[in-house]
């Protein structure tokens, strides 16, 4: 009898293995498939909504762009600085999707009219110095280093290089050891943002695998660990800035915060192999997930999204669990359904979204195509 329970015990065991592992497989063929077939739709869009920002947002005769598709009382003449930042890196995104393409260069050619070579050190401002300037912000220097980071990975050009290393040093210029270290968010303000730190992180640390050069993984460490001292919650999300010297925290909490510092975790394990990083990530993923992704509606903006998702995308080539891109996915086609116009554009409460959220939502595109590509 004991032997009849033993063999019937095994049959059991292997029968719920079988089981197991189908409905394993079943799920994942799922999400293939599902990702395979959403791939040619999200690149369709891209390619619509990228002609739209061209014909809506591009000033050919004054070579800029505007902030704006539908003018508003507050616009100035041209866009602003940070927009610019979005669209490089969907250029880039679309770039890797379609190699021929020369569209980082495009951006770039009109992010350079916002060179400003003021002391201490040049960078970008918010607004082209012919037409007036603008105060410069450490952020939006770093997003333009980042995006000609990964442009220069995949082509290996030293313009890219060059400009990547003096971004580095104009943001160096925002670093001090009140409250312990890290970097201001503009120059002559008093917060040091996660905004700020974050992509700081990112671009001190894609230096540092270009160049083998140790004070790039030096600065990319002590940022990191600053940051989590001061403006990590216990959930793993950050909260957005720490104003000196009252120490006051702002406690609010947005997407491209927790992506810039889940993406900072995921490249110091890259380098590292210290598992802690890891963890940090993961934990970060989780809450991440939980907390901006739920309806399915995002809780940010798109260009916020967009930066979360860069984590989302780097975290999946390490554990392979789709959970948080699915997610994210579902609040993109919600999108897809309600807020996109005939014409490719997409709007949020019946207006047209600004220049930087139309870029947001051309990376988001180019990304979920790119995962399944």
């Avoid at 610019?84 to 980082?104: D, G, K, S, Y």
Wanted: net charge neutral; aromatic share 12%.
């Amino acid at each position: 009898m004991i032997r009849n329970l033993k063999i019937h015990f095994h049959i059991f065991t292997k029968t719920m293995r079988t089981v197991i592992y189908r409905v394993t497989l079943n799920a994942l063929c799922s999400f293939l498939v599902l990702t395979a077939g959403a791939q040619d739709t999200y690149s369709t869009t891209a390619e619509k909504l990228r002609k739209a920002i061209d014909l809506q947002f591009y000033m050919p005769e004054q070579g800029y762009y505007r902030e704006n598709a539908e003018k508003r009382p507050d616009d100035r003449p041209v866009s602003y600085l940070w927009p610019l930042c979005a669209l490089i890196q969907a250029n880039r995104e679309e770039q890797a999707l379609h190699p021929t393409a020369n569209l980082v260069d495009k951006t770039l050619a009109v992010i350079r009219k916002y060179y400003d070579d003021r002391p201490p050190h040049s960078g970008y401002a918010s607004y082209p110095p012919p037409l007036g300037g603008g105060d410069r912000f450490y952020d939006d220097n770093q997003w333009i280093g980042i995006a000609l980071m990964d442009a220069w990975f995949a082509e290996p050009r030293p313009e890219y290089l060059s400009i990547s290393r003096s971004i580095y040093d104009f943001m160096m210029t925002a670093s001090d050891t009140v409250g312990g270290g890290g970097l201001y968010w503009e120059e002559g303000k008093p917060t040091k943002n996660t905004c700020s730190n974050g992509p700081a992180i990112i671009l001190s640390l894609q230096l540092y695998k270009a160049t083998g050069e140790k004070k790039f993984l030096d600065t990319g460490i002590s940022l990191y660990n600053w940051v989590n001292q001061h403006l990590r919650d216990t959930e793993g999300l950050y909260w957005d800035n720490i104003t000196y010297p009252s120490g006051k925290i702002d406690r609010r909490k947005f997407s491209y915060n927790t992506g810039t510092m889940m993406q900072s975790a995921l490249y110091l394990y890259d380098i590292t192999s210290d598992e802690k990083y890891l963890h940090h990530a993961k934990q970060s993923a989780a809450a991440a997930r939980e907390y901006f992704l739920s309806g399915p509606l995002f809780r940010d903006d798109l260009w916020f999204n967009a930066v979360l998702l860069r984590a989302f995308q780097h975290l999946l080539r390490h554990d392979g669990d789709p959970s948080c891109i699915n997610a994210f996915k579902a609040c993109v086609d919600n999108e897809l359904k309600n807020n996109q116009q005939p014409g490719g554009l997409f709007t949020r409460k019946g207006q047209t979204l600004n220049l930087v959220n139309q870029a947001g939502m051309l990376e988001i595109l180019n990304r979920l195509a790119l995962i399944r590509k």
